[in-house]
């Protein structure tokens, strides 16, 4: 079945908010098994904020999940498909980025801590992206944006999600999987 990117979007909002897992990657494989998300695509752009803003509401986070959902869908609908190489920046960390924002209420204006903790993360994300190269794979950059939102977010903010080893189950249906090239490709991890 065909979905449209709005179909996408209200698909995994209303799934996503029954989802009780404090571990943003089991959130993420769990709808990424669905039929209505593609193995790359700009509903990543969405998808990968929200598992995001639904383990750490579950973690204990204070915010209103549907209301958080709402405002990252407004924010990741407006982010074209292949970002990552037209544009030098990742849906997922800019999804990500999107979440911290979204948390802290931060704005354009803002200038505290908050505003600087967006683009840390963000660039270490970017960082250790540009070091694995290409060609995409919406699959890893979501494990490495949500893995790295894991760690920061408890070094910063306090608020402990749990993080399981990612090994990716996706590879075979990747025609450009990197292989073992990346940090989660299942036959890596038995060496």
């Not at 959130?27 to 383990?55: N, Q, S, Y």
């Not at 840390?120 to 790295?148: D, H, Q, W």
């Not at 910063?156 to 989660?184: A, H, W």
Request: include cysteine; hydrophobic fraction near 40%; aromatic fraction near 8%.
């Amino acid at each position: 079945m065909q979905y449209s990117l709005e179909e996408k979007y209200n698909l995994i909002k209303s799934e996503i908010v029954n989802v009780k897992s404090t571990t943003p990657i089991e959130v993420v494989k769990e709808m990424m098994r669905r039929d209505c998300i593609a193995i790359h695509g700009p509903e990543h752009h969405f998808l990968d904020g929200a598992a995001l803003l639904t383990a750490y509401r579950n973690a204990g986070g204070n915010i209103d999940l549907p209301s958080c959902l709402d405002a990252l869908a407004e924010r990741s609908v407006k982010m074209p498909g292949a970002m990552c190489a037209y544009w030098g920046v990742c849906g997922s960390v800019a999804s990500v980025g999107a979440v911290l924002s979204i948390i802290h209420d931060t704005q354009p204006l803002s200038n505290d801590e908050f505003y600087k903790d967006n683009l840390k993360l963000t660039s270490m994300v970017l960082s250790k992206m540009s070091e694995i190269g290409g060609p995409r794979c919406c699959k890893r950059n979501a494990f490495l944006s949500l893995s790295y939102a894991v760690d920061f977010i408890r070094e910063q903010y306090g608020v402990e999600m749990t993080m399981d080893k990612i090994v990716c189950e996706f590879s075979p249906l990747n025609k450009q999987c990197i292989g073992n090239r990346c940090p989660f490709f299942a036959k890596a991890q038995q060496n």
